[in-house]
């Protein structure tokens, strides 16, 4: 099984990654050629409290607009965060081959005050996530940027649209209104998968 790490954090072992199949990729937190950042290890080193390298952004419009046009083609080149780990999923499944790829579970919704992308600490349960604990109990999260999750969203229908693929949204009630939705009980039926294709 291949395994994807960012390289500027984990795996940075060339023996070990061949040993275990694992493709180092190459982080970049926005696809847009002016106000790409390039993430890279602090100078003055370090872990966070997750037992992750220290990191910085820097702008770099020279590597963010090559990887910005590479980053659903090579993960060991670049790809881009897109504001969502979703976003960076798909790069992954389009990259490995994938002609239609479901989403469930996409609400695109948070409950949340304060500047998007600015760190908060939530000391309680997480409201956001499928689990309370997810960035519950004092973890530190970003706060979500949806208009630019959404614009990621598209760049992401556009390139699987373009090789006559597809990302279908089978989230029931879900506010993601970027991609075609479809019904997950029609899918995944109980007579034994017979319906393989989402209803048009």
């Given at each position: 099984?291949?395994?994807?790490?960012?390289?500027?954090?984990?795996?940075?072992?060339?023996?070990?990654?061949?040993?275990?199949?694992?493709?180092?990729?190459?982080?970049?937190?926005?696809?847009?050629?002016?106000?790409?950042?390039?993430?890279?290890?602090?100078?003055?080193?370090?872990?966070?409290?997750?037992?992750?390298?220290?990191?910085?952004?820097?702008?770099?419009?020279?590597?963010?607009?090559?990887?910005?046009?590479?980053?659903?083609?090579?993960?060991?080149?670049?790809?881009?965060?897109?504001?969502?780990?979703?976003?960076?999923?798909?790069?992954?499944?389009?990259?490995?081959?994938?002609?239609?790829?479901?989403?469930?579970?996409?609400?695109?919704?948070?409950v949340?005050?304060?500047l998007?992308?600015?760190?908060?600490?939530?000391?309680?349960?997480?409201?956001?996530?499928?689990?309370?604990?997810?960035?519950?109990?004092?973890?530190?999260?970003?706060?979500a940027?949806?208009?630019?999750?959404?614009?990621?969203?598209?760049?992401?229908?556009?390139?699987?649209?373009?090789?006559?693929?597809?990302?279908?949204?089978?989230?029931?009630?879900?506010?993601?209104?970027?991609?075609?939705?479809?019904?997950?009980?029609?899918?995944?039926?109980?007579?034994?998968g017979?319906?393989?294709?989402?209803?048009?």
């Open positions: 099984m291949v395994k994807f790490f960012r390289a500027d954090r984990w795996m940075r072992n060339s023996s070990f990654n061949a040993r275990h199949n694992v493709v180092p990729v190459r982080s970049v937190s926005l696809c847009n050629a002016t106000t790409c950042r390039l993430a890279v290890p602090h100078p003055a080193g370090g872990m966070d409290s997750l037992g992750h390298r220290l990191m910085r952004y820097v702008n770099d419009t020279r590597v963010c607009a090559s990887a910005c046009r590479a980053c659903f083609c090579d993960p060991s080149k670049a790809y881009v965060e897109g504001n969502t780990v979703t976003f960076a999923s798909l790069q992954l499944l389009y990259y490995l081959g994938c002609q239609k790829v479901y989403l469930v579970g996409v609400d695109h919704a948070f949340q005050s304060g998007q992308n600015s760190a908060q600490t939530l000391e309680g349960d997480d409201p956001n996530h499928f689990s309370a604990a997810y960035f519950g109990g004092g973890q530190t999260w970003d706060l940027d949806l208009e630019s999750s959404e614009t990621h969203y598209r760049l992401a229908k556009e390139r699987f649209q373009a090789d006559g693929r597809e990302v279908v949204d089978l989230t029931m009630g879900g506010r993601l209104n970027v991609f075609r939705k479809a019904d997950y009980r029609q899918l995944f039926r109980k007579d034994g017979t319906a393989r294709h989402a209803p048009a």
